[in-house]
């Protein structure tokens, strides 16, 4: 699997898919009250999900305890919409 670490982030998040992996026992997992705040939201809302808690093992044999928030997804793919006027200059 790949993993981005992003030092600023609040929380950890991984997709339900990742979590069918029969590697990760979802029968352990505990849940967790969280409060959610989307774009254009004037309040948050309550959602309980499971956490996973697994080790990590590293290429280099290094291992790492991570606790993550299990959701449907963490974000959808983004289109880009470049108009054939752009394409036509040279210089991109």
Do not use: W
Request: charged share 20%.
């Amino acid at each position: 699997m790949n993993i981005l670490f992003d030092e600023g982030a609040q929380r950890t998040f991984i997709t339900e898919n990742t979590v069918r992996n029969p590697s990760i026992n979802r029968n352990q997992c505990q849940s967790e009250d969280i409060n959610l705040s989307t774009f254009g939201a004037n309040k948050p809302s309550m959602r309980r999900v499971d956490v996973a808690n697994e080790r990590l093992e590293t290429l280099s044999a290094d291992k790492i305890d991570l606790s993550a928030l299990i959701v449907p997804n963490i974000s959808i793919p983004i289109k880009n919409y470049v108009p054939a006027t752009v394409l036509n200059h040279t210089h991109i």
